[in-house]
């Protein structure tokens, strides 16, 4: 999942760009073959659920010709919010994995834990801090350097 985690944070390198918080984020299927790709498209394209993991999910789901992504795992640089959580489970995702976690927003074990609660009809499997510091860094530098600028 490195090599995997290693693609979501260049997809999220891009969204800073466009001046999007760079977070990123892809699709595996049960192959370990990527079939979706995403990245923070929120300021792009002027829509609040362009959050990376969604875009993702949009592409595997156009890819496999079906909402349903069973068997896939959806990899991303930041823990899932709590929208991202829903939309995963949603598409039947079957595991998420992510860098960084979120102390903040995060829906995936910080804050919330959507994805394994019992009331919910899906669950999906969770591996949490996987290349943390290297997926932290450039959301940490962006704030940074936001925060600088707006000084």
């Known amino acids: 999942m490195r090599a995997h985690m290693r693609?979501?944070?260049?997809?999220?390198?891009?969204a800073a760009s466009w001046g999007d918080v760079p977070i990123g984020a892809v699709v595996v299927d049960e192959h370990g073959t990527i079939i979706g790709r995403g990245r923070n498209e929120r300021e792009l394209r002027k829509d609040p659920s362009a959050h990376a993991e969604v875009v993702a999910l949009r592409e595997a789901a156009a890819h496999r010709g079906s909402w349903r992504l069973e068997g896939c795992t959806l990899v991303v640089t930041l823990e899932p919010c709590a929208m991202c959580a829903g939309t995963l489970l949603a598409a039947r995702?079957?595991?998420?994995?992510?860098?960084?976690?979120?102390?903040?927003?995060?829906?995936?074990?910080?804050?919330?834990d959507l994805v394994r609660d019992g009331y919910l009809p899906q669950r999906a499997g969770v591996v949490g801090g996987v290349l943390a510091e290297e997926c932290a860094e450039p959301i940490r530098a962006f704030f940074r350097d936001n925060d600088a600028a707006n000084s």
Do not use: C, P, Q
Not at 7 to 14: D, F, K, P, Q, V
């Open 7 to 14: 693609e979501a944070l260049s997809e999220g390198i891009r």
């Open 93 to 112: 995702v079957d595991a998420v994995v992510f860098g960084a976690w979120d102390d903040k927003a995060g829906a995936v074990g910080s804050v919330y």
